[in-house]
Each structure stands twice: as C-alpha cells, then as structure tokens.
C-alpha cells in the first residue's frame, strides 16, 4: 500500500490524499486550495491522477478546503461513490452549492466591470456541477465498517463540526488512520474526540500545531466586544465560517442576552448558508452538547436574513446591532460588501474570531493594514480591528499530542499534514519529544510506501 499527498502538504488547504494497493485506489478528502493566489491556482490545474480510475472517494468532514474539489473532479470524470458520514452530507450539500453561488457570482461580477484577467470569467464549478456531485454521495454511520473494493474503512466521531470524523483504513495487511481535523474537549458545542484507535500509520492535521489556545473565558471577551461596540453607537461585524464558529458564536450570544449581560441590540446571521447549517444542529443532536431549549434559544435570538435585497438594507440601516456572516477569512461572501460599506467608520468594529491563513483579507487586517481590495477595487479600513481566541475548534499541538497518546498502541509512523511549514514542524518536535514517534512532514505530491 502505498499513500501520495496530492494536497495539503506545506499549506494549511487542499486536503488530498490518494492510497493504492494492488486493485484498490481511495482518495481521502478532495479539497480546495485557499489562501495566496499560488495556492488558488492550483484548483484550476488537471487532478494528477486520472480521476476516472480512482475507486472511491471518502470524506472526513465538509469544510471546503476538504471537499471543495469535488464538482471538478467529477468533472474531470470521477464516477464512484463518495462516503461521509449522514451529517457530512448534509453539510457538504449545503457548502458545495454555496460555494458554487458565490464562484458564479464572482465570474458575473468580474465580467460585468471588467476585472479579471480572463475574458470571459468562468467559476471554477457551477450549481448544476455541485447536483451532479451529490448524487455520488453515500452516508455511512459512525463506528460501522464498510468495504470499498479490498479496502475496509471505519468512521470515528472527532469533535470539529457536525459529521466529522477520523477515518480508520485497513488494506493489503496494514492500517492507516486520517485525522481529519482534530476537535477540542472544551468546545462549547461539539462534543470531545473520540480516543484514537490502533493503526499502523497515523495522518494527522497540523493547522495548530505552532499554537497553544489561550486558556480564556472566551463568552467574557465576547462581552467586552460586544459591550465596547455598543457604547459607541457602532455595529459589530464578525466574518465566521458558517458551520461551527457561526453556531459558536449565536450560542454564545444567547446565552449572554439570556443573562442580561450585554445590551439588547439586534442580531443578524446574513449568510443563507449560515443559517441552513444552524438548523442541521437540531437534526444531529446526538453530536453535539446542546440541549433542546439552548439549541432553540440559539436559533431564535437571531434575525436571519437571507436575500440580497434584506442585506443591501441591512447595510443602510446604521443603527447598533452585531451581523455574523461568511465567509471567515474574508475571503469572499457577504461579510465583505458589509465591511466595504461600513469598515470606514470608526465607530464600528470587525472582530476576528478565527485562524486567517496567509494571502487572506483577514490576516492583513490582523497584521496592520489599512486598506483591503475586493471586486477590483481598494477601501479604507478605520473600523476597530479585534481578535477574540478560544473559538477555534481546532486542537492545538498538546491536545493534538494528547489524541495521539489517547491510542492504546502508538503508530509505527506518523505523517503530519494540513498545516502551514511552522505549524507542521513545530508539531513534529513535540510529537518526537512528548510521545517519542517518529513523524515526517511530506512534500506536494511525495509517496510513501507503507510496509
């Protein structure tokens, strides 16, 4: 058996991982790139293997930079079955045909005023692709093994978001464990990782892996934001990935009006992706620590606005309230006609609340800039510029150590991938220090054969 790392390796996205052995091909995730515009590019080059031959494609979660590669590569000729769990399909139906919206929109905008260098503009994939792709899909349960040719796989809940998993591999005598992205035990909504199952090889996400999380009462800054904003007259904007952050963030927000401890200013979730996911959390309950009356309370202190026109006006109005909206890195969605239109007040404030990987809008803003260009053209930025911590539902490197540890056998080899270069080697040490495992941090497109 031998596994090729055809996406995130040396970057935090594009998750791709093809494992063969004897009769037996299996793309593991199947992701976009995101970031720089190097990274971006390489969504538009051929897939480095004949999509047509691969078997099967298996999911560990819905997030894009794990499965926003899909519509192409079914283009490209890729007709077997994609496995995931129920939740992850839901989800991915969601995110795909959003992210197939916003790609069209963009080549309508850029053809429009003349933008892009490509005449005409074309998305990468359209709605009618993204259709074409969920028909492949199949769920699979957590903790039922499945055949797929000589290959047997086993789905592991592992925190992060809604249907995420580790996904165990057995073929051709050997195992070989994909992390996926790493949960937290204390997140606020999502339940902890289950303990790391035996394996022979373990590939394990580094998005954190240089990072510790702050040991933060995360509600409490919240209300500092919040309150800080308020008393200005000014409007809170929070760009938030729409499944997980979004629903932390509206759990948090509940809870603090609950307590009348924030003033009673209006909330709005201007993301129509945002606010599917965040009924998804009442159909999956099993996942997640919400009971029924927080899971509603969460919901209804929320005015949702889901057409253009609701968030043109939304715009408009510039009494105080807090917009959530996408996309989290300001990398594209609403958020940014929001910021377009309001980051040149100082009364108002953009809070960050999660990782902004580099070449993005929001890790500029984070590291001082004063201006931000979308659609071809430049804006000021003289808002307030706040971080907040403790929302990320990613494990850092010592509970990433942990899960490994949390195995009864450790792995003969670890490989560590999805992480920019600091992150991936700094995660190497520690795993060589704390756990005593060999770990490798791979190249774009290296093999390794697994014996």
Not at 122 to 130: G, R
Not at 158 to 163: D, E, F, K, S, W
Not at 196 to 201: A, E, I, T
Not at 211 to 232: G, P
């Amino acid at each position: 058996m031998n596994i090729q790392f055809l996406g995130a390796a040396g970057t935090v996205t594009g998750s791709r991982y093809l494992v063969r052995h004897g009769q037996t091909t299996l793309l593991i995730d199947c992701g976009l790139f995101q970031g720089v515009k190097a990274l971006r590019n390489r969504n538009w080059s051929d897939f480095p293997y004949p999509p047509g031959d691969i078997d099967a494609v298996v999911l560990t979660h819905a997030h894009l930079d794990h499965i926003g590669y899909l519509p192409r590569l079914v283009n490209a000729g890729f007709k077997g079955p994609i496995y995931c769990t129920e939740a992850t399909r839901a989800l991915a139906e969601i995110l795909l045909k959003d992210s197939a919206h916003i790609q069209e929109e963009d080549a309508r905008r850029a053809n429009k005023y003349g933008y892009s260098k490509h005449q005409p503009a074309e998305p990468l994939y359209t709605t009618s692709d993204v259709d074409r792709t969920m028909a492949l899909f199949r769920g699979i349960p957590f903790d039922q093994t499945l055949s797929v040719q000589e290959a047997e796989l086993t789905f592991y809940p592992v925190g992060h978001i809604l249907g995420s998993a580790f996904i165990k591999l057995q073929l051709g005598g050997r195992s070989i464990v994909f992390s996926g992205d790493v949960g937290r035990s204390c997140d606020l909504i999502m339940k902890a990782p289950r303990p790391l199952v035996s394996s022979d090889y373990l590939v394990i996400e580094s998005t954190y892996g240089d990072r510790l999380h702050a040991n933060n009462d995360v509600v409490s800054e919240l209300q500092a934001v919040i309150q800080e904003t308020a008393e200005k007259g000014g409007i809170l904007m929070v760009p938030a990935f729409s499944v997980g952050r979004v629903q932390g963030l509206l759990f948090a927000i509940s809870e603090l009006k609950a307590k009348d401890l924030i003033p009673d200013i209006p909330v709005y979730l201007d993301s129509p992706m945002g606010i599917d996911v965040t009924k998804l959390y009442c159909e999956f309950s099993s996942e997640h620590r919400l009971n029924a009356e927080q899971c509603h309370r969460m919901c209804n202190e929320v005015q949702f606005v889901r057409t253009p026109q609701e968030s043109q006006q939304l715009m408009l109005n510039k009494h105080p309230k807090i917009i959530v909206a996408g996309a989290g890195m300001l990398n594209g969605g609403r958020i940014l006609h929001h910021l377009i239109a309001l980051g040149d007040d100082r009364r108002n404030t953009l809070m960050i609340t999660g990782y902004q990987a580099n070449g993005t809008r929001g890790r500029a803003l984070l590291e001082g800039a004063s201006q931000i260009k979308a659609y071809g053209k430049y804006t000021d930025i003289r808002c307030t510029v706040r971080q907040i911590s403790g929302l990320s539902a990613h494990a850092d490197y010592n509970e990433l150590n942990d899960w490994i540890q949390s195995s009864e056998t450790s792995p003969n080899q670890v490989f560590i991938s999805h992480g920019e270069p600091a992150a991936s080697d700094s995660l190497r040490r520690v795993i060589k220090d704390k756990s005593g495992l060999n770990a490798i941090i791979p190249e774009m497109g290296e093999t390794f054969e697994l014996k």
